[in-house]
């Protein structure tokens, strides 16, 4: 069958290239018959963009001003620095810790708290459900490593969803006990590892009661995130 120079050139154009780019040639229908194929959408044609609930946070406090100096002053007596070490971060818009630790008399305390905000984003999804991931995650990062006997469990009462993980280290054959609060509040989530050690003679820290100290302060923390964000500062 005779066919025409155009339809002839655009044939041979089709046949070069790639098979998942040629959904548009045809050796048997027009331009005229494309555009009236019942309305279809062409291939390439732009579609919706998918969107997500926006993130209740948008920005994160001082980390080192998330707890009182009561609480710091309760939980690492004799701290070196009372206002807290920040430690580095790349973007402190997204990521922040600040660390006290310190020695009173043979008794050893160390605590970090660490936030980390998660915005919402229509290719990884709501702020939320991001930083729920994040909170599994630094949970089980806890209960692994170096540690023994670790204990996971779920803490009720602090933020949307919490975790405690304790466990057991041994350091320079001293005994120390580790106690980590997973917390997440909307976006944000809010990482309290609380250790502490007996040197010398002095006793090993009663685990329970550095897990009961490391739970008040992640709740201290999600009411610092929540007063933060209403100041507007």
Same mark, same amino acid.
């Given at each position: 069958m005779h066919r025409s120079a155009p339809r002839l050139a655009r044939i041979l154009a089709c046949a070069t290239v790639p098979m998942v780019l040629v959904a548009g040639c045809s050796s048997g229908s027009d331009d005229k018959d494309e555009k009236n194929a019942g309305g279809s959408a062409r291939p390439g044609s732009p579609s919706a963009s998918p969107t997500v609930a926006a993130a209740k946070f948008s920005k994160l406090p001082d980390v080192c001003t998330a707890l009182s100096g009561k609480t710091v002053d309760k939980l690492v007596p004799k701290a070196q620095n009372k206002k807290g070490k920040a430690l580095p971060s790349a973007d402190t818009n997204t990521s922040a810790s600040c660390l006290w630790s310190g020695l009173d008399g043979f008794?050893? =305390?160390?605590? +970090?708290?660490?936030?980390?905000?998660?915005?919402?984003?229509?290719?990884?999804?709501?702020? @939320? =459900? =991001?930083?729920?991931?994040?909170? $599994?995650q630094q949970a089980s990062r806890a209960a692994t490593g170096k540690v023994t006997d670790p204990k996971t469990e779920k803490a009720a009462g602090i933020g949307d969803e919490a975790t405690s993980v304790s466990s057991k280290e041994k350091k320079d054959g001293d005994e120390f006990r580790n106690q980590t609060v997973v917390t =997440?509040?909307?976006?944000?989530?809010? +990482?309290?590892?609380?250790?502490?050690?007996?040197?010398?003679?002095?006793? +090993?820290? @009663?685990?329970?009661?550095?897990?009961?100290?490391?739970?008040? $302060? $992640?709740?201290?923390?999600?009411?610092?995130? $929540?007063?933060?964000?209403?100041?507007? +500062?």
């Amino acid at each position: 069958m005779h066919r025409s120079a155009p339809r002839l050139a655009r044939i041979l154009a089709c046949a070069t290239v790639p098979m998942v780019l040629v959904a548009g040639c045809s050796s048997g229908s027009d331009d005229k018959d494309e555009k009236n194929a019942g309305g279809s959408a062409r291939p390439g044609s732009p579609s919706a963009s998918p969107t997500v609930a926006a993130a209740k946070f948008s920005k994160l406090p001082d980390v080192c001003t998330a707890l009182s100096g009561k609480t710091v002053d309760k939980l690492v007596p004799k701290a070196q620095n009372k206002k807290g070490k920040a430690l580095p971060s790349a973007d402190t818009n997204t990521s922040a810790s600040c660390l006290w630790s310190g020695l009173d008399g043979f008794k050893y =305390r160390s605590l +970090t708290v660490s936030l980390k905000l998660f915005h919402s984003d229509p290719g990884l999804g709501s702020g @939320d =459900r =991001r930083a729920g991931e994040y909170a $599994a995650q630094q949970a089980s990062r806890a209960a692994t490593g170096k540690v023994t006997d670790p204990k996971t469990e779920k803490a009720a009462g602090i933020g949307d969803e919490a975790t405690s993980v304790s466990s057991k280290e041994k350091k320079d054959g001293d005994e120390f006990r580790n106690q980590t609060v997973v917390t =997440r509040t909307a976006n944000v989530v809010i +990482t309290v590892q609380y250790d502490g050690a007996g040197y010398e003679k002095e006793k +090993t820290p @009663d685990a329970a009661a550095l897990l009961k100290d490391a739970k008040s $302060a $992640a709740k201290e923390a999600v009411g610092a995130i $929540a007063k933060d964000s209403q100041s507007g +500062t």
